[in-house]
């Protein structure tokens, strides 16, 4: 490239530096205007935990829906660490494309409600969405095989965000927690995927899970798994990115007669997967943690009630 003069050729240089000053002042401007909404978060988030008052945690709440999204829109909050909101689940997909932030309100009967946004990078419109997520659990019934979308949210405090491909579509499989009652805890593997339009769809039937404990038992699909279990138990639901299989406890009640009381249900000391295959997470029996691509039974299966697996009443021992 030529110019016909050093003046022009300095003009330019100056433009692009100016360009480039005014980006950088410009990004700072907005990181600092994040820091003091995060700083704002904080308080809030605080003061709904430490509040014994349900009517006061709604209210703390909606000032914090109106700061999240608000915050969300812009665009230097996508990066940003949100260290000091130690109270929120923050994931990040892989790819990088995706964030969701998702909270519980808990409650005086023990009860709780979640909420959450997600934060999406389209690539075909080149601009963040950001979408509320509006819980509406106690509303939907058989979860697990409904279709559901951010305003009609089973909702969840997610921990983890796994990401897979399957006819030329991308999936977000997410493991969640949630605080279902006094009595119950349920952990959740849901999955969330966008449309061309870049809309948030939760659940697609790609669990097949055992339909009894039987390991050769056919498989029943399902768009969302939950696990329901003893408030008082504590269950292992976790990816192992290394053997790129879903770990988890397998649930049984303490007594054979309590099948289905779930209240009684915990942990037996024997772990399920699921491992990606074809577009499908397939469940598989009695896997070892030690190596989850084996087997840790290889005899015939056979059921036999233990008292011993697992007894609320041992924790008040």
């Known amino acids: 490239m030529s110019f016909k003069s050093p003046f022009k050729y300095c003009i330019i240089i100056f433009q692009i530096l100016l360009f480039f000053g005014i980006s950088n002042v410009m990004l700072s401007q ?21 509040s014994t008052d349900d009517s006061l945690k709604m209210e703390l709440n909606r000032q914090v829906l ?58 075909s419109k080149k601009e963040y969405l950001i979408y509320p997520l509006i819980d509406k659990s106690d509303n939907i019934s058989m979860p697990e095989k409904q279709s559901l979308d951010n305003t009609n949210w089973y909702g969840a405090l997610y921990y983890k965000i796994i990401e897979t491909e399957s006819g030329h579509r991308k999936y977000y499989t997410l493991l969640g927690w949630d605080g279902y009652s006094d009595l119950i805890t349920r952990k959740i593997i849901d999955v969330l995927y966008f449309s061309m339009s870049g809309k948030p769809h939760f659940g697609y039937g790609m669990f097949y899970m055992n339909k009894t404990d039987n390991p050769n038992s056919r498989k029943v699909k399902k ?34 007669h309590l099948k289905g009381n779930y209240q009684y249900y915990g942990p037996d000391w024997t772990y399920e997967g699921l491992y990606f295959k074809k577009g499908k997470w397939i469940n598989e029996m009695d896997v070892d943690v030690r190596n989850p691509k084996s087997k840790i039974k290889k005899t015939k299966w056979h059921y036999k009630a233990r008292e011993d697996l697992y007894n609320p009443k041992a924790d008040k021992k």
């Not at 205007?33 to 935990?49: H, R, S």
């Not at 329901?228 to 649930?251: E, R």
């Open 30 to 50: 907005d990181l600092a205007q994040v820091a003091d909404d995060e700083e704002n978060l904080k308080i809030l988030f605080d003061n709904i935990y430490y």
């Open 66 to 123: 109106d700061i999240f999204e608000y915050m969300l829109y812009n665009d230097a909050s996508f990066e940003y660490p949100f260290d000091s909101l130690t109270r929120i689940g923050k994931i990040k997909s892989p790819d990088g494309q995706l964030r969701i932030y998702s909270w519980n309100i808990a409650f005086a009967d023990k009860s709780n409600t979640y909420f959450g946004f997600i934060q999406y990078y389209s690539k």
């Open 223 to 256: 768009k969302r798994v939950i696990f329901s279990y003893s408030q008082k138990a504590k269950m292992t639901l976790h990816y192992d990115k290394k053997n790129k299989m879903i770990i988890f406890d397998h649930l049984s009640p303490s007594s054979s």
